[in-house]
């Protein structure tokens, strides 16, 4: 297949993520997972294990594009399939992502508006504004890479941390490279907001300054 999607958990827990893919029509995926389960763990970090993943997938020499999933995302319908479209159509762009959208507190799921920051239902926004965005960056809870971008911006930079805003960093690089960076805007993804994250604190096996002092970095960097 020409798109590859690899999927990175602490805990495992793909089963919701794999069902719907395999429901999807005239599937062309091809699938890399990565686990890290059992007590004595090593919580290895999402750059160096994306690295690991994303480096596989493009060893083949047909793949042209890897999809990034999180454990803790659901793909609304056929988002992916929509969202790619518009990456395979424009050269220009070295990496796309859905909407992010979530539940909070047991109501209605929700986004957050461009430039506006406003809070509204998923369907209400989802029509508004320009089908593409431009950004500086990335979320990597659920983003479309080309082969291109990759060789091109380089890998995940491991330095930055275990956790958060290796994927700012990833993002400033591609945009520092001349390659565009799209929010497609009619498309999107179900995202448990620190389901990960808080389940690794609980455990200690995360320390709750990490995201900032990864912040801190990629600051300093550039």
């Known amino acids: 297949p020409k798109t590859y999607i690899v999927m990175a958990s602490y805990y495992g827990g793909f089963d919701p993520l794999t069902e719907h893919l395999r429901a999807l029509p005239n599937d062309s995926y091809a699938i890399l997972t990565h686990e890290q389960r059992g007590p004595e763990r090593e919580v290895m970090g999402y750059s160096r294990v994306y690295n690991l993943l994303v480096n596989a997938a493009f060893s083949d020499p047909v793949c042209e594009r890897v999809w990034l ?68 960056f990335a979320v990597f809870a659920c983003v479309c890479l080309t082969r291109f971008a990759w060789e091109k911006v380089g890998q995940l930079d491991e330095s930055i941390g275990r956790g958060y805003a290796e994927d700012l960093d990833w993002g400033v690089r591609c945009w520092a490279s001349g390659l565009r960076i799209i929010n497609y805007r009619r498309a999107w993804y179900h995202h448990v907001r620190g389901g990960t994250y808080e389940r690794l604190l609980k455990e200690g096996k995360f320390d709750a300054a990490e995201p900032h002092q990864a912040n801190a970095r990629v600051q300093a960097k550039f």
């Open 69 to 136: 999933l999180g454990d803790d995302v659901l793909p609304e319908g056929d988002c992916l399939r929509e969202t790619e479209k518009v990456l395979i159509a424009d050269p220009t762009i070295g990496a796309i992502f859905p909407v992010e959208a979530w539940r909070e507190n047991g109501g209605p799921t929700i986004t957050i508006t461009p430039f506006a920051g406003a809070k509204m239902p998923i369907e209400e926004a989802l029509p508004q504004g320009p089908d593409q965005i431009r950004q500086i």
